[in-house]
């Protein structure tokens, strides 16, 4: 019997998405080149789907990688020379920071407890940091840093580069691409669809920044390099054969959000998770992790378990609704639920799972 | 109405693939936790089928990438201190000595022109090259190296690593991996799957080899470097969130290609390239376009048109036939036509191309 998955990602597949692999099946999708006419006009259908959705200016390349992961790897090596500063406030951001400490860059951060989050009055970014690295929501914790709270960063900080890691929030976040220089995502958490394709959104500074790098030595990958994106993405085409598939599915997802609107999925989105969070509040069991209420996450809600274990409410839960919800990250992995809130699942799902969680 | 693609990647899809799709929506492995038992046990499925398939040693490590174009680029990285030794004779075999060239590496080639391959006896490797890079076919060209000049040569340079390009040839090739150290291919080729994951089959010697690089400060990358890839490899997960279900049908079709037999593929690959080749020996307005017949690629057939349109020639047969077959390469465009023999088109569809192109 079909489950219903409010685990953070991969998560529960947005309604449409397994129509429109069976579209791209019909249409022998697999099977076309990537330097082709067709598939450039998949790849532009995306592209302007996500402009309109997420609001990204012309001027923005958007490019595709294997994950999200990668993009990690890619801004450091294509946008910082010497030093980077990350917000660090739980597993993801970290593993941010750690791969900037891999590339032998000067890797700078400001680490918070896990389960508190960051505004810009608090934050000092050092000198010669070049690129300043944030996260939208970070998903093991279900702490979100407020798009207003981001770009007062980078207008404290213009001389640097500023990204967001939109993974588990993207397209919720009404983020001002005229301000910030880079976001990315990936489409197995609130797009709803399979993993293995990620999602970057890059300003052409950023490519002046790397083609500069580029000619003093420094490494700045190959195919997927900032100059290579760039050249590639100016035909609608991309360096190496990409996730077609999974291009075209992404430009219809979009697609379907755009008819139902950005602001109505928004506001969906923060009126279940206030469901979700009024339930923790009063519930015997549960308590709501992030204290501070500008922090919590409206995509990726976290609670403490107490009394009973979480590894039984998620079992009975499964059992009892046939909902699946996710366990706490690493070592809140006995203490902790996190329930999904992405666009895929709706108001009336949520209550059936709070009723669920009730009777538990 | 369907159309059967003979282009050489992307290609027809393998008879089975939209059913594998259809079977991963239905056990909805769109949402499941790529840190889950569920997850573990497709990936250790897939290194098992591939394994009997393939004949790979249970040593090596068996990976997941977002295209054959990033192991390029990772190869180089983990396994070249300063120098590499390429064989090039095709647009492929040279982008993979340009990668070497942008990592700052020491790239050394040995090149000939497009449509020539090589042998063992006439490459001398260099004396300090770390990296020897062969492709076993060349799919520009339509030029195979064969597995026993591939093990000459590494048993030639019992000192150096040597690794092969199977992109549009595996499962074809009969290499043994107790001779090499590693190879990889991406799936929309001839296992004919759409396109979006790569596959990187890796000796630990390897391994030993980017540990030591690592502690001596190279850029190894970060999550997919080697040492991050064994880890996770050791308990059948990966770095990232990866393409599952992509895992999930390369393992289904590489069990089907188990059912079928490596053999019976093997021989049915020879009689369908034979088909086409003496079809195009015949022709009037054809010319077989690799000289050497030990050169001639088994799986990527190219021929030299006379007197008529390459172009027309593509159009005619689609029309008549609903065929779809390939253009030269590059500067080739308009003068050559490539075949693809993989394994998803059987002899009937392949006489049944031939009976069209003989009426053009």
Request: with cysteine.
């Amino acid at each position: 019997m079909r489950k219903t998955y409010f685990t953070p990602g991969p998560a529960e597949l947005f309604p449409t998405v397994e129509r429109h692999y069976q579209a791209a099946f019909e249409q022998q999708l697999g099977s076309i080149s990537h330097r082709s006419q067709k598939f450039r006009d998949i790849y532009k259908h995306t592209v302007e789907q996500l402009r309109i959705l997420m609001n990204v200016p012309e001027t923005n390349g958007i490019f595709f990688t294997g994950s999200a992961t990668e993009i990690w790897e890619r801004l450091i090596q294509n946008t910082v020379e010497h030093e980077s500063f990350h917000l660090v406030n739980g597993s993801f951001s970290k593993k941010f920071y750690d791969f900037s400490v891999d590339l032998n860059k000067f890797a700078h951060k400001f680490e918070k407890p896990f389960g508190e989050g960051f505004d810009n009055a608090e934050v000092t970014v050092p000198e010669y940091a070049e690129l300043i690295c944030t996260t939208a929501n970070e998903t093991s914790s279900g702490v979100q840093m407020r798009p207003a709270e981001i770009h007062k960063l980078k207008r404290a900080n213009k001389d640097k580069f500023i990204c967001v890691d939109m993974v588990s929030s993207a397209p919720y976040p009404d983020l001002d691409f005229n301000i910030i220089d880079s976001a990315f995502f990936s489409v197995q958490k609130s797009f709803g669809m399979p993993a293995g394709l990620g999602c970057w959104i890059v300003n052409p500074s950023m490519l002046e920044k790397a083609e500069r790098m580029k000619t003093h030595e420094n490494q700045i990958g190959t195919y997927h390099n900032l100059p290579s994106l760039f050249k590639n993405f100016s035909k609608f085409e991309t360096p190496e054969t990409p996730n077609v598939m999974g291009i075209y599915v992404l430009g219809k997802v979009a697609e379907d959000m755009n008819n139902i609107g950005i602001e109505t999925i928004r506001k969906q989105t923060e009126k279940k998770a206030k469901v979700l969070y009024d339930f923790a509040e009063k519930c015997d069991f549960l308590d709501i992790f992030v204290k501070n209420p500008d922090h919590r996450s409206q995509t990726v809600v976290v609670v403490n378990v107490k009394e009973k274990s979480a590894a039984d409410i998620i079992k009975q839960v499964q059992t009892d609704a046939n909902m699946v919800i996710g366990s706490g990250y690493g070592d809140f992995k006995a203490t902790q639920l996190r329930i999904a809130n992405f666009a895929a699942v709706n108001l009336e799902q949520v209550e059936t799972l709070v009723e669920a969680l009730r009777k538990v």
